[in-house]
């Protein structure tokens, strides 16, 4: 029986190399692309959800046109994110392992850049990149791009929304001008629209499904707790799917990092993806993780862009994305390859506009759902044990010599009695967690006036916070991002330690959890900033906010006005870090700076102020429609 894929033009080698993989059957976009792509003589626009198969769909094609006795860079696939290169460079290997002479190299940032050079060197057909490395590349005349005939942009919303379309144009500037061009994506904003108007000409264009919508084998839920019960709910989620694996989307790094550490310590297999990590740290994660030796990843957006894991049945979205599109990226990590997901929101009455856009957009309707009670939860994990003794395989061979003993320290008990005691090894440490545990619902309207997410903070003053006031401000080209993480990385605090951050022109307010704000003091005792001592002092201390001060510098009619001595001012140092370094994302997309006041790119080698997908989360450049 012929093979579907050799029906769509495939050859026996490649074909052998799938079926060993365990693919029979093409994925829709696969069927309807390949047999185009083959011809090799048209620009290409797929527009597919994650979890369609887009890499075999533009891989394969790939694999037949390119000469694999030449060995010059023939191809080349960008990509956002150093996950995803390395994704997709290995399903490249996988597919033409039967193929002579076949080379592929990976070029992203975090690794060795001297390898990848000596890869490259040694002879290449398929380069597959992230932008930022990629120009490192050129710049350094490592590669010659003047025989590539095909250019794969892949996850093209990402890489524009990420700020990398100056990247991608000097890229495409090396490569010569009758190239084919293949653009694949899964969502259709205005800027993928542009690109493909500026890179192609009459491009073959194909949609599965309908542009923009969610995955249909994903249901979408929604729970409204108020904002301090969020974390309680998460944990209540996942205690009633005890089977769960699961990928749950942060904002921030901070906020990654601070919940997998709090699950870590309840007892729950977690562990946290970001940008901070370095590349040998993420590949371990996402090694534990693939092997299903973790039950939840913790990550943030463009972190989790090149998770291509099977089986994920849950995607937790602990906090809604600034872009709406994002949701239909990190709903597509799960409901992957056919299979069924839910995609679940936790958010407060505030956010319920947020669910509606989401649904527009879609075209999925949202259900509501009630967090389960503590009696639920605890149901729920009896069977799940009762299922799991039930189905457990015995292996009679080694048990059998150990029955005599295990009936002797059972004489007493009946058989009743030895199934309770088994059932309530597990049972207990939820009955006891869940004894008194409260209703975590709340009605729209109930959280109003409470802290909730940045943005959402109280006003001054705040109950339970303390007000402090800092040296820094928009002068200094700070955002509130930018603020957010300067306090916690020099603090070394969580950021929902934090309050409301009131960010002026020279100085700014900020509000601290009262039991963190001595941390706070220690932790910016000998900080600098461009050269001058970074100070923080509780907000009214000394007449700070407002009146004359002297000593140190002359402060004349309260903040703003007219400051003098005092080793600079306010205005003076050396403002580098923030306009050559790279920018790493913060808060809602506004940035993490480096301050450490000199050029900076250390994840790879970048210079010159490039941004790596897999090191950036928020990002600047051409944003996407926000909430």
């Keep these: 029986m012929t093979n579907p894929f050799q029906l769509l033009g495939i050859s026996d080698d490649v074909v052998n190399a799938v079926k060993d993989l365990g693919f029979e059957t093409p994925t829709p976009i696969q069927e309807q692309s390949i047999p185009v792509l083959l011809e090799g003589t048209n620009d290409f626009v797929g527009l597919a959800q994650t979890g369609t198969g887009k890499t075999a769909a533009f891989g394969l094609p790939l694999l037949e046109l390119i000469d694999f006795k030449v060995n010059k860079p023939q191809a080349l696939i960008l990509c956002p994110t150093r996950e995803l290169c390395l994704q997709i460079a290995n399903d490249l290997k996988n597919f033409s392992k039967n193929v002579a002479n076949a080379h592929v190299v990976a070029v992203y940032g975090g690794a060795n850049i001297m390898q990848q050079l000596r890869e490259i060197r040694q002879g290449v057909q398929i380069v597959v990149a992230t932008p930022g490395r990629m120009l490192d590349i050129i710049g350094r005349k490592a590669i010659d791009f003047t025989s590539v005939k095909y250019v794969v942009l892949d996850e093209a919303d990402e890489m524009l ?73 998460l944990k209540r989620i996942v205690d009633f799917n005890p089977e769960i694996f699961a990928v749950v989307f942060c904002k921030t790094k901070l906020d990654t990092q601070d919940i997998a550490e709090h699950l870590i310590k309840d007892g729950y297999n977690a562990d946290a993806l970001h940008g901070d990590l370095s590349q040998q740290q993420r590949d371990k994660v996402m090694q534990r993780f693939r092997e299903r030796n973790m039950q939840l990843l913790i990550a943030t957006d463009v972190a989790a862009r090149g998770i291509d894991v099977n089986n994920v049945t849950h995607v937790i979205n602990y906090s809604l994305p600034d872009e709406i599109e994002s949701y239909t990226h990190r709903s597509g990590r799960t409901g992957r390859a056919g299979k069924t997901g839910i995609s679940i929101c936790i958010i407060n009455s505030k956010e319920l506009g947020k669910i509606r856009q989401l649904e527009r957009i879609i075209g999925k309707q949202f259900t509501k759902a009630e967090l389960p009670t503590g009696f639920d939860v605890c149901e729920k994990q009896l069977f799940s044990l009762v299922h799991k003794v039930h189905n457990v395989e015995v292996n009679n061979e080694q048990i059998d ?40 619902n709340a009605a729209v309207g109930d959280d109003r006036g409470e802290r909730g997410e940045r943005g959402e903070r109280r006003g001054r003053g705040s109950e339970g916070y303390t007000r402090l006031f800092i040296n820094l401000g928009s002068v200094d080209e700070f955002t509130r991002g930018d603020m957010l993480s300067f306090i916690c990385n020099n603090g070394k605090i969580a950021g929902k330690s934090v309050g409301k951050i009131d960010l002026k022109g020279v100085f700014s307010f900020f509000e601290v959890e009262d039991d963190v704000a001595d941390k706070v003091f220690e932790g910016f005792k000998s900080v600098e900033f461009n050269g001058r001592q970074v100070r923080i002092e509780k907000s009214g201390d000394g007449g700070r906010e407002g009146g004359e001060r002297r000593g140190g510098g002359e402060r004349r009619g309260g903040f703003g006005g007219e400051r003098r001595g005092g080793g600079g001012g306010f205005r003076g140092g050396d403002r580098r870090s923030g306009g050559s370094g790279r920018r790493e994302g913060g808060n809602s997309g506004g940035g993490f700076r480096d301050f450490s006041g000199r050029s900076r790119d250390d994840k790879g080698g970048n210079s010159g102020g490039r941004r790596e997908g897999g090191n950036r989360e928020g990002g600047s450049g051409e944003r996407r429609k926000k909430w």
């Design 161 to 233: 929304n990420m700020g990398f379309q100056d990247d991608i144009n000097d890229i495409l500037s090396t490569t010569p001008d009758d190239k084919k061009t293949w653009l694949f994506s899964a969502t259709m904003p205005a800027e993928v629209r542009r690109i493909a108007k500026k890179y192609m000409n009459d491009p073959v264009e194909l949609t599965m499904g309908t542009k923009n919508t969610g995955n249909v084998n994903i249901e979408h839920e929604y729970y409204i707790v108020r904002a301090r019960d969020k974390y309680a709910a």
């Design 401 to 440: 010599q150990y029955i005599p003993r295990i009936m002797d320290e059972f004489a007493d008990l009946s058989k009743e009695d030895v199934i309770k005691r088994f059932a309530s090894l597990e049972f207990n440490r939820f009955l006891d967690y869940y004894s008194k545990a409260p209703d975590l």
